[in-house]
C-alpha cells in the first residue's frame, strides 16, 4: 500500500507545473514545480509541530514567502491540500474573523499523508497508536473528511498559544467547535472555552476522539470512525421560495377620460 500511495504521488509531481504553451506544445514551468515540490514536500514535518502552522521559511527552495505561496496555491488548485485558518474570534460568520496569513495545511488524502512520513509510522497505526507525529494523522483525517463534505475550515489559536481549538463550524449562525484527539485524552481547551462563557460566549462543542459515543459537560463525543456522518450546514435561501401558480394576470381594463 506504502508503494502504491508513493507511486501515485510521484506521478502527480510528474504533472507539476505542466502547460500547454501558445504553440499548443505541452511545456513545463520549472520554477513553479519546484516550489510546488518543496511546499508538498513540507506539509507532513510542519503537521508533527506542536502549533501545526504553516510556515513558508521552513520550506525548502529559493524565493521570498510571496513566491513560495505560489508553490502552496498551486497544490491547493489540483486539489491535493487544503488550508484551515486561524480566527481572531469565536464568532459568526468565521469567514470575516479569519487571519489570511496564518494557517495550517492539510493533505486532502490522509493516506498520502502517512506515506510521506517515517516507515514505522504504518506499523504505529496497525497498532492503534494515532497520536504518532503529535496527532498529526488524526487531526488530517478530520480536516479531510470536514473539507470532503464542503466545509470551510477555520480553528482557533490565542495569541498566547492557549486556548487551542483544532477545528470551527459554523451552524445556525453560530459557532461549534470541534476538537481532535488521537486518543481518549482531556479536551483541556474545549472544556476551558466553554467554561468561560463570559470571555469566549456560549458554543455548543464535538469532541473526536479515539472513544465511544458519549458526552460531557457542555460536548458531545464521537469515534474517529463515525467522521463521515457529521453532517454539513444545510444553508437556508434568504428569501423564501414563493408560490405564483395561483396567480392570474388581470384583464386589461379599457382607458376612461375624466
Do not use: W
Not at 505541452?26 to 519546484?34: G, H, Q, R, V, Y
Not at 463525543?221 to 428569501?239: A, D
Amino acid at each position: 500500500m506504502r508503494e502504491i500511495q508513493k507511486r501515485i504521488l510521484r506521478s502527480i509531481r510528474d504533472d507539476f507545473g505542466r502547460y500547454v504553451n501558445s504553440e499548443g506544445k505541452d511545456s513545463t514551468n520549472e520554477t513553479l514545480k519546484l516550489r510546488a515540490e518543496a511546499c508538498l514536500n513540507s506539509v507532513a514535518s510542519q503537521l508533527s509541530k506542536e502549533y501545526k502552522k504553516f510556515k513558508y521559511s521552513l520550506v525548502d527552495v529559493k524565493g521570498h514567502s510571496p513566491e513560495k505561496a505560489d508553490g502552496l496555491q498551486y497544490l491547493e488548485d489540483v486539489g491535493l491540500v487544503v488550508r484551515a485558518y486561524n480566527t481572531n474570534e469565536l464568532d459568526c460568520p468565521l469567514e470575516s474573523k479569519k487571519i489570511p496569513t496564518e494557517f495550517k495545511v492539510f493533505f486532502i488524502d490522509t493516506g498520502l499523508l502517512v506515506s510521506q512520513m517515517n516507515e514505522d509510522v504504518p506499523a504505529l497505526i496497525l497498532a492503534g497508536n494515532l497520536g504518532a507525529y503529535k496527532g498529526a494523522i488524526a487531526e488530517n483525517m478530520v480536516a479531510s473528511a470536514l473539507a470532503c463534505s464542503g466545509e470551510k475550515l477555520y480553528y482557533y489559536h490565542a495569541p498566547s498559544g492557549s486556548p487551542e481549538l483544532d477545528f470551527l463550524l459554523e451552524r445556525d449562525g453560530e459557532v461549534v467547535i470541534v476538537e481532535c484527539k488521537a486518543s481518549n485524552n482531556k479536551a483541556t481547551s474545549m472544556k476551558f472555552v466553554l467554561a468561560n462563557p463570559k470571555r469566549f460566549g456560549q458554543h455548543h462543542a464535538i469532541k473526536i476522539a479515539d472513544a465511544n459515543v458519549g458526552g460531557g459537560e457542555g460536548f458531545e463525543t464521537i469515534p474517529l470512525y463515525s467522521l463521515c456522518f457529521l453532517e454539513s450546514e444545510k444553508r437556508k435561501n434568504i428569501i423564501e421560495t414563493v408560490d405564483v401558480s395561483d396567480l392570474k394576470v388581470p384583464e386589461k381594463q379599457p382607458l376612461t377620460h375624466a
